[in-house]
C-alpha cells in the first residue's frame, strides 16, 4: 500500500496523472450566446479557455434558462472559478450567432419569473409571480407585474423559468359561434343586434361577428362575456387595451 501510494504522488509531481488545473477566475458573458443546441462553458463565460468547449446543456429552444448553481458546479468541475458575486439564481442563454444583436435586455438584471408551474387556461394571481437574477431578460418580458396578473396562460408554464410576453393572453371572454349583442353608442344613439362570433377574443380583442338578419359580417371589440363593442367606445377600449400591452 505504502508502495502504490509513492507511485502515485510520483506520477502526480511527473504529470502523469493530471488533476483539473484551475484556469483562474472567469466573468458571466453579459449576452450568452449558443449557435448550434450545445451550450458549452466558453459560450456563458469570458476567459474559459480551453474548457469553454466543455457542454453543460442541451438548447431546443429559442432560449434555454439553467441553473447558476449547476453552472457554477460544472464549472468547478472543469477547472474554471466563477465566484457568481451578483447572487444569479439562473442564467439565460439565447440561441443566435455570436455578435448578433440582441433583441433582449442584457446584463444581469432582474427578471418576474413564474412562483409555481401553470396549466393552460389558468388565471394568473400575485402569487403566481416572483422577481429573479438572470443573465438577461427574455424578449418581450414584462416589468410590471400588473401586466401579467389577471391574464391566462397560454399554454403549460415551468416554475422558475422567465415570463415572456407570449406566456400570458386576456381570458376568453367570446367564443367562436357564440352568440353576442352588439352595441353601438354614441352621443346619446345607441343601437343593438345579435350576431354570432366568428372568432374568440378576450376583453379589448377585435373580432369579426356576423349579424344573425342580414350576415354582413363586422369588426367588433369584445367588451365582456356575451358583448362586443362597434363605434367610438369599441375604439377606445382598443386604446386602453393597447396602451396596456405597450408597458410590457
Known amino acids: 500500500m505504502k508502495a502504490l501510494t509513492l507511485l502515485a504522488a510520483a506520477l502526480l509531481v511527473s504529470g502523469v496523472i493530471a488533476s483539473p488545473a484551475l484556469a483562474g477566475p472567469v466573468t458571466l458573458k453579459a449576452d450568452a450566446v449558443d449557435d448550434d443546441g450545445v451550450v458549452t462553458l466558453g459560450e456563458i463565460f469570458d476567459g474559459a479557455g480551453a474548457a469553454g468547449r466543455t457542454p453543460v446543456a442541451s438548447r431546443t429552444g429559442a432560449s434555454v434558462m439553467l441553473s447558476a448553481v449547476a453552472v457554477r458546479a460544472a464549472a468547478a468541475r472543469a477547472?474554471?472559478?466563477?465566484?457568481?458575486?451578483?447572487?444569479?439564481?439562473?442564467?439565460?442563454?439565447?440561441?443566435?450567432?455570436?455578435?448578433?444583436?440582441?433583441?433582449?435586455?442584457?446584463?444581469?438584471?432582474?427578471?418576474?419569473?413564474?412562483?409555481?408551474s401553470l396549466s393552460a387556461g389558468e388565471i394568473v394571481q400575485p402569487q403566481d409571480l416572483v422577481w429573479a437574477k438572470a443573465a438577461m431578460a427574455p424578449g418581450g418580458a414584462p416589468n410590471d407585474p400588473d401586466a401579467v396578473v389577471g391574464l391566462a396562460a397560454r399554454h403549460a408554464l415551468r416554475a422558475g423559468a422567465a415570463i415572456t410576453g407570449q406566456d400570458v393572453a386576456g381570458v376568453m371572454a367570446i367564443k367562436a359561434n357564440d352568440l353576442v349583442t352588439v352595441t353601438y353608442d354614441n352621443e346619446g344613439v345607441s343601437l343593438s343586434l345579435q350576431a354570432k362570433a366568428m372568432a374568440g377574443g378576450a376583453v379589448g380583442e377585435t373580432i369579426s361577428v356576423q349579424n344573425v338578419t342580414s350576415k354582413k359580417i363586422v369588426q367588433a371589440v369584445v367588451v365582456g362575456p356575451g358583448q362586443a363593442a362597434v363605434g367610438p367606445a369599441a375604439e377606445q377600449l382598443k386604446l386602453v387595451r393597447g396602451s396596456r400591452y405597450a408597458s410590457r
Request: hydrophobic share 45%; charged share 20%; no cysteine.
Open 79 to 116: 477547472g474554471l472559478d466563477w465566484a457568481n458575486a451578483e447572487g444569479l439564481r439562473q442564467i439565460v442563454v439565447r440561441g443566435g450567432a455570436p455578435g448578433a444583436s440582441a433583441t433582449a435586455a442584457r446584463g444581469n438584471v432582474d427578471v418576474l419569473t413564474w412562483a409555481r
